[in-house]
Nanobody
Framework: QVQLVESGGGVVQAGDSLRLSCAAS????????MGWFRQVPGKEREFVAS????????NYADSVKGRFTISRDNAKKTQYLQMNSLQPEDTAVYYC????????????????????WGQGTQVTVSS
């Protein structure tokens, strides 16, 4: 069983930066592919970014490419999402997810690939 806890959300202005963290416990972290998703009330959950088990493969949604950076520290069992040049449309609850069955080079981009989820952290960007 894997537990995920997100932190780092908050209220910022357009153009500001935030770094989200997701701390994992209860599993072999180096065997997990990790991802970030976000959701706005009334809308479907949206893929943001993903990273494979050793951090060498990353994927991004087109809407965040060039602004967001996903990374992980396997020694600390933590993944990060550095978010720069935030815009009001980035406002959402951000969720951390873990895929316990991913092969080494896989960084899934769909929510149904992930079997563990955090509780979410709110990010609000004002204009």
């Amino acid at each position: 069983q894997v537990q995920l806890v997100e932190s780092g959300g908050g209220v910022v202005q357009a153009g500001d930066s935030l770094r989200l963290s997701c701390a994992a416990s209860g599993g072999m972290y180096s065997r997990l592919a990790m991802g970030w998703f976000r959701q706005v009330p009334g809308k479907e959950r949206e893929f943001v970014a993903s990273i494979n088990r050793n951090g060498r493969v990353t994927n991004y949604a087109d809407s965040v490419k060039g602004r967001f950076t996903i990374s992980r520290d396997n020694a600390k069992k933590t993944q990060y999402l550095q978010m720069n040049s935030l815009q009001p449309e980035d406002t959402a609850v951000y969720y951390c997810a873990a895929d316990s069955s991913a092969i080494l080079l896989r960084a899934p981009m769909t929510g149904d690939a992930y079997d563990y989820w955090g509780q979410g952290t709110q990010v609000t960007v004002s204009s």
